[in-house]
Structures are given as structure tokens and as C-alpha cells.
């Protein structure tokens, strides 16, 4: 069955200066020409755009990269208009009546690129969360995912996997049951340095997930502790009621700022009591749940002698509010705003933290690949049969190949590309 060409416009949708639309696959030159003049790959031209029947449309740029050396592998060319809606739809209906021409589906550009070669399943999740990026944070660590750092790294474990395999399968044509001591040195050396850095990269998995999906903050303690107003003042809006009434907070209320670079939620949950009102109790049972599972909490009292309601941990931040009230003593008030910009850097200080302990690998698909590896890995500390050794040296380096999306990835690339917009 014949490759189609697709096209979509590459710029978001409404009125602009200019818009981009973008035309991939084996027909790309020839049906682009049919509506304006196309440079030869790796150039561009002022053209004018016209319908199938003649009829002038627009003036602009033409661009056009040939096959092997364009973002997905194939021909491409790209038509720069004026950002005209008028314009866009235009084009693009003319585009639709070309034989072998539909329009794109979400992320078919960035499958085609990953199909071709001309990225790995771990780059286009990269380029996902660049696109997705909201914080300086976010932005920093797609970029790395994006320039490929996973790849490579993973590229080199298998590369160091791989040389083991050799070892263990050269040394069976001299041993028929134990590998020769002379090989057993390297190979476990070249075996432990790996496992050490997926390790690693796992330990600092779940912060990178947190960097991409954003830190939770949970604000806890009794009612009328203050938990409603302080997230008010933290989020610079009144997101939360405030009311005198104990028990007014019963939903999980969510409020998303970009703390100095870091996306945080902060929550506000109801507050931490006995009561008989059963609706009261199944959001206090949330909260505790909600809380328990957050990054960081931030826990709230009246009293230093107050005993929180619930168990603290280590990491906890315990501070007592209402200092509008008490001036003299180390409190916080989000009335007042005493103490609040402190807090936020306590905040920002324990979280920025953890960013510096990151890792390129961010999506559970990733860690999970990781963790699979790293069992079969540590299988082979307790054999000494070379062809044991070396099976579970390949089965390792297969679930390698899985995190960089070399293998057995159909099953995720759905999920992954419908991430992506129109155009990409």
C-alpha cells in the first residue's frame, strides 16, 4: 500500500503574522509544485500560492528538504504564508484534493521521524515535554531528554553489556560449564559500573517526573488553622473559601504556580479532625491520602504544644500561623504576610533540591525498562554457568533497547503521539 502524503499547518491555529504548513512524504515535491514554485532541498524561494485551477491564493516562502535530511526522514516542504485564517484553510482544502495527499493525524510528522530513524521513543518523549513545558525547569530537563541524553547513555551501557556478552560467549568455546577465572574480573567490572549508574538514574527517576508533571505541596492541619488563606496568599487569588466555620474545606483544592522556575500544586485539604458528619470524614480520609502522597508538607498549627493530627515525617515543614495575632512570636501570617516569602523559600530550597538530583529518565515507561534491566543484571551475581550469564546479559540488553524505544515499543507509541498537535 502506497505511502500517503501528509500535510497540516506546523503554527497554531487564529490569526497571525505568519503560518506555517507542513507537507511530508514520498509526493511531497511533486504535489507541492502543483500549487507553487519549489526550490531545490535545502533552499528557499518567494512564491506565489495558487489553488489547483489557477486562482492566486498568497505570497510567501517555500522551503524544501530532501529525503534522509528533513525532520521526518522524508521529502518535505514547508509553504510560510500569511497568517491569515482565510488563507490557511484555503491551502490547506487545495491540499486535500491532491491524489495521495491527506491531512495529518496528531504526532504523525514526530512517528514518521521516529519510524525513519531520525529520532529514538525516549527523544520524542523529550520533545513532548518540550513542547509541554510550562517552567524554565521543565524546559531544561526536555531539552536534555530531547538532545538525546537517555540514548546515549543507554547507548553506552549496552555498548559496556555488550562486550560482557562477548566475553562470557568467546570464553563457551573453551569451557564447557564455568567461565575461565581470566574473563570473570572484567566481566563483573563492566557489569557493576552499569548497574551503579542505572541505579542511579532510577533513584533520581521520581524527581524527574515531579519536574514534568509538577511538585505537590500539601498544606495540612486542624481547621481554622489557616490553610485556606495561606494558600490564597501563595497563589495571589482567592482559590480557596475562607470562612470561620470549622470544616468548610472538604474538596482537595489545587492551586498551580511556577515557583522561581519549579512547577508546584499546591493543595489545600480539609482540615484534620474527629467528626461525625460523614462527608466531612471521607475529605479528611482524602486529605491524609492526598497528603501521605505529596512531595512536601507543609503542616500548620496554632500552638508549639498543638499535636498535629497527623504523623509527621522527616522533610515536614511544621510552622505556626496566625502571627498577625502573636506579634513577637516565630510565626507566619498569611493575613499580614509575615513570613510568607520565607516560606516560599523554604519551599523553593527543598524542592530545588531535589531537582539537582534528577536524572534524564522521566516517564515510568523509562524507569520501568530501567528497573527490568537492572534485575537481570543482578541475577547474574549468583550464577557461574556462562550460558546463564550471558542470556540474562542479552535479556538486559533488550530491555535497554526497550527504554530508548528500540524494541517492542508499539504497544506505547499511542499513548506517546497523542501528546503532540496537529502540525507535529
Known amino acids: 500500500m502506497p505511502v500517503p502524503t501528509i500535510f497540516a499547518p506546523a503554527t497554531a491555529a487564529g490569526k497571525a503574522g505568519v503560518a506555517v504548513i507542513r507537507i511530508s512524504g514520498p509526493s511531497a515535491f511533486d504535489g507541492a509544485r502543483r500549487m507553487a514554485n519549489v ?29 534522509g535530511a528533513s525532520f521526518t526522514g522524508e521529502e518535505v516542504v514547508e ?15 487545495e491540499l486535500g484534493r491532491i491524489d495521495g495527499f491527506r491531512l495529518a493525524e496528531p504526532g504523525e510528522f514526530t512517528r514518521r521521524a521516529l519510524e525513519n530513524g531520525r529520532m529514538s521513543l525516549s527523544e520524542v518523549e523529550g520533545l513532548a515535554d518540550l513542547l509541554n513545558a510550562e517552567t524554565a525547569t521543565q524546559h531544561r530537563l526536555a531539552v536534555k531528554m530531547f538532545g538525546g541524553e537517555l540514548r546515549q547513555t543507554a547507548e553506552r551501557w549496552t555498548g559496556d553489556l555488550i562486550r560482557a556478552r562477548a566475553l562470557i560467549e568467546a570464553s563457551l568455546d573453551f569451557a564447557d560449564e564455568d567461565v575461565p577465572e581470566d574473563v570473570v574480573p572484567e566481566v563483573r567490572d563492566l557489569i557493576g559500573a552499569v548497574l551503579s549508574e542505572i541505579d542511579t538514574a532510577i533513584a533520581g527517576s521520581a524527581n524527574s517526573e515531579s519536574i514534568r508533571t509538577g511538585f505537590e505541596v500539601a498544606i495540612v492541619g486542624q481547621p481554622n488553622v489557616g490553610k485556606s488563606t495561606l494558600i490564597n496568599k501563595l497563589a495571589g487569588r482567592e482559590a480557596a473559601i475562607v470562612n470561620e466555620a470549622a470544616g468548610t474545606t472538604r474538596d482537595i483544592v489545587e492551586v498551580h504556580i511556577d515557583l522561581n522556575g519549579l512547577l508546584v500544586t499546591f493543595f489545600d485539604t480539609a482540615g ?9 470524614r471521607t475529605g479528611i480520609q482524602r486529605a491524609l491520602e492526598r497528603a501521605d502522597a505529596a512531595d512536601l508538607r507543609v503542616v500548620l498549627k496554632t500552638e508549639e504544644a498543638e499535636t498535629p493530627q497527623i504523623q509527621l515525617k522527616d522533610g515536614d515543614i511544621v510552622k505556626l500561623t496566625k502571627g498577625d495575632l502573636f506579634p513577637g512570636e516565630e510565626r507566619i501570617s498569611a493575613v499580614s504576610g509575615l513570613g510568607i516569602e520565607d516560606l516560599r523559600q523554604q519551599i523553593f530550597d527543598v524542592l530545588s533540591g531535589r531537582v539537582q538530583r534528577n536524572s534524564p529518565v522521566g516517564r515510568v ?5 530501567l528497573m527490568a534491566a537492572r534485575d537481570r543484571l543482578l541475577a547474574t551475581s549468583s ?5 546463564l550469564i550471558a542470556f540474562e546479559l542479552k535479556s538486559a540488553i533488550d530491555s535497554l533497547g526497550f527504554v530508548v524505544g528500540k524494541i517492542d515499543v508499539e504497544r506505547v507509541l499511542d499513548d506517546v503521539f497523542g501528546e503532540f498537535c496537529l502540525g507535529k
Open 79 to 93: 509553504f510560510q504564508t500569511h497568517g491569515s485564517l482565510a488563507v490557511v484553510s484555503q491551502i490547506l482544502a
Open 39 to 67: 526550490p531545490k532541498p535545502g533552499r528557499f524561494l518567494l512564491s506565489d500560492f495558487l489553488a489547483l485551477s489557477g486562482e492566486f491564493i498568497d505570497r510567501g516562502l517555500v522551503l524544501a528538504f530532501k529525503e
Open 272 to 280: 484534620i479532625r474527629a467528626t461525625a458528619d460523614s462527608v466531612e
Open 365 to 369: 515507561r523509562q524507569r520501568e525498562g
Open 383 to 387: 550464577l557461574t554457568d556462562g550460558e
